[in-house]
T-cell receptor, first 115, second 116 residues
């Protein structure tokens, strides 16, 4: 079954620690995205990558970092510089935009709680 | 600046009746719109989409209407079922040239409760 796997599903972090959230896809999609969900604010874009070895900041990139060394993988690091890291993090991917479709497929999410 | 807005945080309807979820956008560059459904602690799943060249798209019980002049879209669910209870997000993107980054801009979401 093709899909997106996020891990861990739940993560607790002490203040001042960096944590890395994993995102792996086997859909052969070129583009991958990280969103953050907070109550009442919908999904906000953190970073996205349209191709391997390239990525761009989204609307709320401060305090986060990413890498895209492989097509299948797009890990997100939440650094100690992120002031309010407690949230539900969603990874997504999308295929060929040339077809006119811009449908993102999402993983199941990772909930990060800062203690 | 919230480019995509869902002004109703919640909606409650009776099973079998119609659910209407609304969404407004401000960016005239948006030309592709989607609705996602999300259950707690899960990722959103794609429901239905519409291109700006259309004003209606239907898929089973779900119909999306687009009013470009008003920059407004709505999702109709008929008949509503208890399993439809979830958070619904509308999203928008631009497929035009250099604006086509593939990223989606999401609204805040509307929580739908369908009562048996």
């Amino acid at each position: 079954d093709g899909g997106i796997t996020q891990s861990p599903k739940y993560l607790f972090r002490k203040e001042g620690q960096n944590v890395t959230l994993s995102c792996e896809q086997n859909l052969n999609h070129d583009a991958m995205y990280w969103y953050r969900q907070d109550p009442g604010q919908g999904l906000r874009l953190i970073y996205y990558s349209q191709i391997v070895n390239d990525f761009q900041k989204g609307d709320i990139a401060e305090g986060y970092s990413v890498s895209r060394e492989k097509k299948e993988s797009f890990p997100l690091t939440v650094t100690s510089a992120q002031k309010n890291p407690t949230a539900f993090y969603l990874c997504a991917s999308s295929g060929d935009r040339g077809s006119g479709a811009n449908v993102l497929t999402f993983g199941a999410g990772s909930r990060l709680t800062v203690l | 600046d919230q480019q995509v807005k869902q002004n109703s945080p919640s909606l409650s309807v009776q099973e079998g009746r119609i659910s209407i979820l609304n969404c407004d956008y401000t960016n005239s560059m948006f030309d592709y719109f989607l609705w996602y459904k999300k259950y707690p602690a899960e990722g959103p799943t794609f429901l239905i989409s519409i291109s700006s060249i259309k004003d209606k798209n239907e898929d089973g019980r779900f119909t999306v209407f687009l009013n470009k002049s008003a920059k407004h879209l709505s999702l109709h669910i008929v008949p509503s079922q208890p399993g439809d209870s979830a958070v619904y997000f509308c999203a928008a993107s631009s497929l035009i040239g250099s604006s086509n980054t593939g990223k989606l801009i999401f609204g805040q979401g509307t929580t739908l409760q369908v009562k048996p």
